[in-house]
């Protein structure tokens, strides 16, 4: 399978317990695009990446959250002391032009 | 403030009628308008990309059009089928970056 690829599809936390979830995109992929999805409304965008540069990150939720890409491969977005209000789908997506290739996603849930 | 509307309310519609969804937009001026297909627990699958200078794009069975004026774009799937059932979203580039932002979707049934 050569789509975008993301891991774990299901995560259960607790409140205040730090979260890492990784997105490995399709290889001849440059930019890398993280996204948030609560039920009934659409993607919400969260940042993305350009090879390894973080080109745009304002709209990350807090500071809470931050992402990465080394050397411009795969992403982890990971969420320190998450919040019930952090329960949601976290989609990864990648593209080569305008088009944008997403992952299944990983649900959180935070008890 | 910018703002994306898709209705929000599920549009029923029996098999073989063409199914219309409607996505209207404030405060953009995207280079490029387009549609994803979203099945329950899955990510989001690109359909259709129609630019600013096109009016019309079609694929198969579906039809985008995009009028920049009314600030709208409308969706056709014609000769429905069930499995066309699925939420349906349209998303804007926002600051030329290949940033692309959605609309809430709309979830559109289909019945044999």
């Known amino acids: 399978d050569t789509g975008v690829s993301q891991d774990p599809r299901h995560k259960i936390t607790k409140r205040g317990q730090n979260v890492t979830f990784r997105c490995d995109p399709i290889?001849?992929?440059?930019?890398l695009y993280w996204y948030r999805q609560t039920l009934g409304q659409g993607p919400e965008f969260l940042t993305y990446f350009q090879n390894e540069a973080q080109l745009e990150k304002s709209r990350l939720l807090s500071d809470r959250f931050s992402a990465e890409r080394p050397k411009g491969s795969f992403s982890t977005l990971e969420i320190q002391r998450t919040e019930q209000g952090d329960s949601a789908m976290y989609l990864c997506?990648?593209?080569?032009?305008?088009?944008?290739?997403f992952g299944s996603g990983t649900q959180l849930s935070v008890l | 403030s910018q703002k994306i509307e898709q209705n929000s309310e599920a549009l029923n519609i029996q098999e073989g009628k063409t199914a219309t969804l409607t996505c209207n937009y404030t405060?953009?001026?995207?280079?490029?308008l387009q549609w994803y297909r979203q099945d329950p627990g899955r990510g989001p699958v690109f359909l259709l990309l129609?630019?600013?200078?096109?009016k019309e794009k079609r694929k198969e069975r579906l039809k985008v059009t995009f009028d920049t004026t009314l600030k709208q774009s409308l969706f056709h799937i014609t000769a429905s089928q069930p499995a066309d059932s699925a939420t349906y979203l349209c998303?804007?580039?926002?600051?030329?970056?290949?940033?692309?932002?959605f609309g809430g979707g709309t979830r559109l049934m289909v019945k044999p």
């Open positions: 290889s001849e992929h440059n930019r």
């Open positions: 997506a990648s593209s080569a032009d305008e088009k944008l290739f």
């Open positions: 405060n953009y001026s995207p280079a490029y």
């Open positions: 129609i630019r600013e200078n096109e």
């Open positions: 998303a804007l580039d926002s600051k030329g970056f290949y940033m692309l932002t």
